[in-house]
T-cell receptor
Framework: ETGVTQSPTHLIKTRGQQVTLRCSSQ?????VSWYQQALGQGPQFIFQ???????GRGNFPPRFSGLQFPNYSSELNVNALELDDSALYLC??????????????FGPGTRLTVL | SQQGEEDPQALSIQEGENATMNCSYK?????LQWYRQNSGRGLVHLIL?????REKHSGRLRVTLDTSKKSSSLLITASRAADTASYFC?????????????FGKGTKLSVKP
């Protein structure tokens, strides 16, 4: 088990609604990355936050947004939910000083279902 | 979009046998990593191999990297039922100050007792 936690574990929303997912990074890690994993697929990079600034973004529309707080925890917000947003959302933390910036430690994920 | 393709998509073996999974990728990389995922939960980092390395070992895991063929393989020796999981390769290509992971679709490994 890593020290990365995510909440909630499961969430059911309807189309058009907005959702906020939360992630607490492992102690000492200053970088948080978010991934979306559709059923049967590999995770897809959404964006990364480093010291409260967005530090890279994947091919996701602007309705996917995020925040990182001074304690390095992070939120992923998705507006105007679509059916295709149903997926497992994974948060990962890393640090140049702990295993290297490339080694990412994943949380258990939030399963989002959009009806 | 996915960077890598794992092969095979699914693999079923008996406990004690070796399991080999392959990964191919498309662009130049800084390093390649393998992760394990149990039943749709979080991913666990297994091993990282840098682009200037050819082989790496960690316990029962052996990873090879061939940058000329843009491919990697993961060998799990003496498999156990607890190794049943999905295995993903992920590459890192630097486009900014830090890299992000680009995953393949994974190999689903089933180890029967």
């Amino acid at each position: 088990e890593t020290g990365v936690t995510q909440s909630p574990t499961h969430l059911i929303k309807t189309r058009g609604q907005q959702v906020t997912l939360r992630c607490s990074s492992q102690s000492g890690h200053n970088t948080v990355s978010w991934y979306q994993q559709a059923l049967g697929q590999g995770p897809q990079f959404i964006f990364q936050y480093y010291r409260e600034e967005e530090n890279g973004r994947g091919n996701f529309p602007p309705r996917f947004s995020g925040l990182q707080f001074p304690n390095y925890s992070s939120e992923l917000n998705v507006n105007a939910l679509e059916l295709d947003d149903s997926a497992l959302y994974l948060c990962a933390s890393s640090s140049p000083l702990a295993g290297g910036a490339d080694t990412q430690y994943f949380g258990p994920g939030t399963r989002l279902t959009v009806l | 979009s996915q960077q890598g393709e794992e092969d095979p998509q699914a693999l079923s073996i008996q406990e004690g046998e070796n399991a080999t999974m392959n990964c191919s990728y498309k662009t130049s990389i800084n390093n390649l990593q393998w992760y394990r995922q149990n039943s749709g939960r979080g991913l666990v980092h297994l091993i990282l191999i840098r682009s200037n390395e050819r082989e790496k070992h960690s316990g029962r895991l052996r990873v090879t990297l061939d940058t000329s063929k843009k491919s990697s393989s993961l060998l799990i020796t003496a498999s156990r039922a607890a190794d049943t999981a999905s295995y993903f390769c992920a590459t890192v290509s630097y486009g900014g100050s830090q890299g992000n992971l680009i995953f393949g679709k994974g190999t689903k490994l089933s180890v029967k007792p």
